[in-house]
């Protein structure tokens, strides 16, 4: 193999885009922000200027991905591959297919006021990804040079992506069936309520979180098999209790978990809601705690 | 719930209270083993159970991990190992929850089987009474005629079943939703079944191989050998291998400096002992393939050539000898053991390919590749230790029953070599002399005929479980009133679009037909 061009200026101006467009996504997360504020008040005059608001946070929202893709697009060009193969990347390309998921989806369903979360979200990542993750464009170890680096890495973006919004869907929905948040009186929970008002009913909010979760499901299935191929051959077996082998079946177990409880008297809704978020917080500790402190085969992270 | 109710809506909570008698007691349990709710909760306990194989170390995945685990916890180590907490995989009670899972996921699919058979074979219930009181509903005045052939038709073309019954007309699709709910169940035991015979059947052997070294496949050429339960050493096809050359590349680019490129074992095989000789390549994510193994290159380093010759000059030691890269710059230590001399002795060697000396003074290596190699050396005279039958470890030093000769505190300096030069050995040793520098490669071989099955049956469930969460299944009814029709539908299991279809097919029933 004769070695990959690296183009460490060209990088340097990736991680511009992606300062710049964590920049305006925080100005979208305000104008979200502002937008439930308002939307909480209990004056309709001021409740009344919100949608005004939102309709700005869209727009930047679609300017920040835009200025993010560039990014990811240009880093992937520096390094000569797909920019998937260290946590860094994984984080902005990542975080990147949660807000165009989130975009499309913006048209064909009514999930605009997760939109603070998703923005704020995305945000943190960003935020942890240039600061803690960053590392300079480097080749592939040879254990990575590999097409399944595309499809296995690729695929699990993409299902952490559904299960990400899914888990936002799931934490509305226990919010709005908490008794605490129906009876209390305090004013700030009034104010929450009154957000929470707005949110699709009950069961839309399960339902949508359903269908999001089943199609995460299914990419992480397949995340898991391409892993097991994978590792036959760069590991020589398909599949040995590696740490970040067991937090894959350990996640696939908990969503199937999830699945079923879906069809089980007694465990819908707010029982089945939760299990969503436990699996999206296992999601995030298998890709930060796991990866970063657990000894393991799995150590891509590029991380000294 | 019995995992026999699919749909929510079906599911008419009888509550069977526990018959009596023996035969009652064993059914009421086998019940509540093929229930649902038992299958979730064993499901979360699974999950659960895995936890701790993570967060301690492994001795399938980790032996050394264990170890070191023993080690430094003296005490509490034998206490988690009584409860085969570090064999968590393979222990008694995460077993314990796959079996009863498996037994409850049998004891639920096979009746559910049956009863899709049936499905499959009658006609869609006949329509309700009253279609308002269906989730999805739509009432249409029309004046159009041959309403319930026009009907059947078109939800025939959609690719329902469907039944007239007087002025009624029920339909349902998406069988397969529960074909692929059962393909994917069965699948999994097909993946539980596989990993088991095939993990019975495999072997995985080690073996360390120096340029111009060739390799025999059977069990007394492995370095180390672990076979499966029902392995047979016919498994093992003759074969044999030759390391032709090792070759290993390096970025020199500041920023990814010493950062490995690439990797290639060139090999020559040759089938039994008068087969056809061929050359490939073995790179880390490119095995080569031989019947009944797989030869996949783990690692790599570099062995010295040495010669060492006794006080009278005769050669009392030579050839290439493998020394284990301890840092990402290949700083390498090996040992060697000198048995046939008047007084036995050992090496304690490390190998700099890039050498530097750090301002203590200590050496390191700045890059992997062999740009200034040096090898030095620690000597120790006394009883190797080779004599009791024990088999010994060839890249550790017992030095126990030793005396340091040179290096260390013996108060002799150790010796230093580069690439062609020779020194004189300590206590009229003789001498020994830096040759040559090979590479090595650490080879794995390995055969798990259950791969292939698994890897079937898990596409098979990958396929079943996308069919049973995206095929709708779903009853559609219509039925003429007096001033029109009526439209209802139901849906099992989740159905996005339910009434968009109910008022699709109330359009399509009212437009003119189109000639
Ligand atoms: C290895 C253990 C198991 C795994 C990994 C597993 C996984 C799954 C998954 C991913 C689904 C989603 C498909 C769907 O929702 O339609 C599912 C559905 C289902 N499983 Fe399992 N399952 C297991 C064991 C069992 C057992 C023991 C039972 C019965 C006691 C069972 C009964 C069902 C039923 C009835 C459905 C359909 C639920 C529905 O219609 O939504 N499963 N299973």
């Keep these: ?304 | 719930m019995r995992c026999l109710v699919i749909s929510n809506l079906q599911s008419n909570d009888e509550i069977i209270s526990p018959a009596l008698g023996v035969f009652g007691w064993a059914r009421w349990i086998w019940r509540q083993l093929t229930s649902m709710r038992t299958a979730l909760i064993l499901l979360l306990m699974l999950a659960v159970a895995a936890v701790p194989g993570s967060i301690f170390p492994q001795r399938s995945a980790d032996p050394n991990g264990v170890t070191q685990y023993f080690d430094a916890n003296p005490t509490l180590a034998p206490i988690l190992d009584s409860v085969q907490l570090f064999d968590v995989y393979s222990s008694s009670w995460f077993s314990a929850i796959y079996i009863l899972l498996f037994i409850s996921l049998i004891g639920c699919v096979l009746p559910r089987t049956a009863v899709h058979f049936d499905a499959l074979r009658s006609a869609p219930p006949a329509a309700p009474r009253i279609f308002s009181r269906m989730p999805a509903h739509i009432e249409v005045a029309s004046k159009r005629g041959k309403l319930v052939e026009r009907a059947t038709a078109l939800l025939k073309k959609q690719g329902y079943r469907v039944v007239v019954d007087g002025d009624a007309v029920s339909a349902e699709r998406g069988y397969l939703r529960e074909t692929g709910n059962l393909v994917f169940h069965f699948s999994l035991i097909g993946v539980l079944l596989a990993v088991g015979i095939g993990g019975g059947m495999s072997y995985s052997g080690q073996r360390v191989l120096v340029e111009g070294e060739t390799f025999v496949n059977n069990l007394a050429a492995y370095d180390s050998f672990a076979p499966g339960t029902f392995f047979k050493e016919a498994e093992l096809v003759p074969f044999s291998m030759t390391l032709q050359k090792f070759k290993a590349e390096f970025d020199i680019r500041p920023t990814s400096k010493g950062m490995p490129l690439d990797f290639r074992a060139q090999v020559t095989t040759k089938l039994g002992v008068d087969g056809k000789e061929k050359s490939t390549v073995i790179r880390v994510n490119e095995p080569l393939e031989m019947p009944n193994a797989k030869v996949y290159l783990t690692g790599n380093g570099y062995a010295p050539v040495m010669t060492i010759r006794d006080a009278d000059g005769n050669i009392v030691y030579s050839g290439a000898t493998a020394f284990l890269p301890q840092s990402s710059t290949y700083t390498s230590l090996g040992v060697i053991k000198v048995p046939d001399t008047a007084r036995q002795f050992g090496i304690i060697a490390f190998f700099y390919p890039t050498v530097d000396e750090l301002t203590t003074g200590a050496l390191t290596s700045l890059f992997p590749a062999p740009i200034d190699p040096m090898l030095t050396m620690n000597v120790y005279a006394g009883d190797l230790g080779l004599d009791g039958g024990v088999p010994r470890n060839v890249y550790a030093l017992d030095t126990s029953n030793m005396t340091q000769v040179a290096g260390g505190k013996s108060g002799v300096k150790g010796l230093r070599l580069k690439l062609g030069e020779s020194a004189e050995l300590p206590n009229g040793l003789g001498t020994v002399s830096f040759d040559g520098l090979k590479r090595f490669a650490s080879l794995d071989v390995d055969y798990n005929p259950g791969a292939l099955w698994v890897l079937v049956f898990a596409l098979l469930s990958l396929a079943g479980l996308t069919t049973s969460l995206l095929v709708p299944r779903r009853r559609v009814w219509v039925r003429k009133t007096e001033t029109g029709f009526e439209v209802a539908a139901l849906a099992r299991g989740d159905d996005p679009i339910l009434e968009k279809v109910v008022n699709e097919v109330a359009t399509a029933l009212t437009q003119k037909d189109k000639k």
């Design chain 1, 1 to 304: 193999m004769t070695p990959v061009a690296l183009n460490d200026s060209l990088s340097q101006i990736s991680l511009l885009f992606i300062y710049g467009a964590m920049l305006v996504y925080t100005v979208s997360f305000l104008s979200f922000s502002w937008q439930l504020t308002r939307l909480s008040s209990d004056k309709k005059k001021i409740r009344a200027g919100a949608s005004q608001l939102e309709r700005v946070g869209i727009t930047l929202l679609i300017m920040a991905d835009v200025l993010h893709g560039v990014g990811v697009i240009l880093r992937g060009i520096a390094a000569s591959r797909v920019p998937w193969a260290n946590m860094y990347e994984f984080s902005i390309t990542g975080s990147f297919i949660v807000v165009t998921i989130f975009l499309i989806a913006l048209k064909i369903r009514d999930i605009r006021l997760i939109a603070a979360f998703v923005s704020g979200f995305n945000l943190l990542i960003l935020g942890v990804a240039t600061t803690v993750f960053y590392v300079r464009v480097a080749p592939l170890p040879p254990a990575l040079q590999s097409y399944w680096l595309v499809i296995h890495v690729l695929v699990a973006v993409l299902a952490t992506a559904f299960f990400n919004i899914a888990a936002a869907l799931s934490i509305a929905y226990i919010f709005k069936t908490a008794k605490w948040v129906e009876n209390s009186k305090l004013k700030l929970v009034g104010a929450m309520r009154r957000i929470l008002g707005l949110f699709p009913n009950e069961e839309k909010l399960e339902r949508l979180a359903y269908r999001f979760n089943i199609i995460g499901f299914i990419l992480w299935t397949f995340t898991l098999i391409a892993g097991a191929i994978w590792a036959e051959r760069a590991w020589h077996r398909y599949w040995g209790w590696d740490t970040k082998e067991v937090w894959t079946f350990i996640i696939w177990t908990i969503y199937a978990g999830y699945l079923h409880a879906n069809a089980t008297r007694g465990w819908t809704g707010k029982r089945s809601a939760w299990l969503a978020v436990v699996g999206f917080v296992a999601i995030l500790f298998n890709f930060t705690v796991v990866n970063l402190f657990f000894k393991g085969l799995h150590v891509y992270s590029g991380l000294k």
